[in-house]
């Protein structure tokens, strides 16, 4: 791995998600409005993604000018050629009948999935040029308890699981 990219993270502040587009103008707006223009990461390089996308949104929850952290997704499974239209495949990927990987990575760490976009990523031939959008509300978030091995837990964690 070393001197390899593992991964990259590519975002954008924006007004508003009015102003979301698949390739954000250059300038910084400075909005409360972060989107993730894209997250791409070696599927080698297990978790790289995830970091990422944690990354962001720690520093959007930290951040007091950040109100959401939005992306405009692709579905994996989806195709046009199904006869299922992608507003169908993305409501039955929100009611858990489809398990979409691309939306699962999003939805299983809190984002929601606003809506279908038709014409989004008009260069994305998979997905017939649409995309979806999805939110995170990082202000909301809580951080996620550490993982570590009883035989590990000192101090306060071990009277906490003690306890339990």
């Given at each position: ?31 409360s409005v ?116 009883a035989e ?13």
């Amino acid at each position: 791995a070393e001197g390899r990219v593992l991964g990259a993270l590519y975002s954008a502040r924006v007004a508003s998600e009015a102003d979301l587009r698949a390739e954000p103008p250059g300038d910084d707006g400075g909005g409360s409005v972060v989107q993730i223009v894209g997250l791409i990461a070696n599927p080698e390089a297990q978790g790289v993604g995830s970091l990422l996308r944690n990354f962001l949104l720690q520093l959007a929850k930290v951040d007091a000018g950040v109100q959401s952290v939005v992306g405009i997704t692709r579905c994996e499974g989806w195709r046009a050629a199904s006869g299922v239209s992608m507003e169908d495949y993305v409501e039955r990927h929100r009611w858990g009948e489809v398990a979409d990987k691309i939306l699962g990575f999003h939805t299983s760490y809190g984002a929601s999935v606003v809506r279908a976009l038709p014409g989004a990523r008009p260069a994305d031939a998979a997905n017939a040029g649409a995309g979806v959008l999805i939110r995170y509300s990082p202000k909301a978030r809580r951080a996620a308890p550490l993982a570590v091995p009883a035989e590990r837990r000192t101090g306060a964690a071990a009277e906490v699981a003690a306890a339990d």
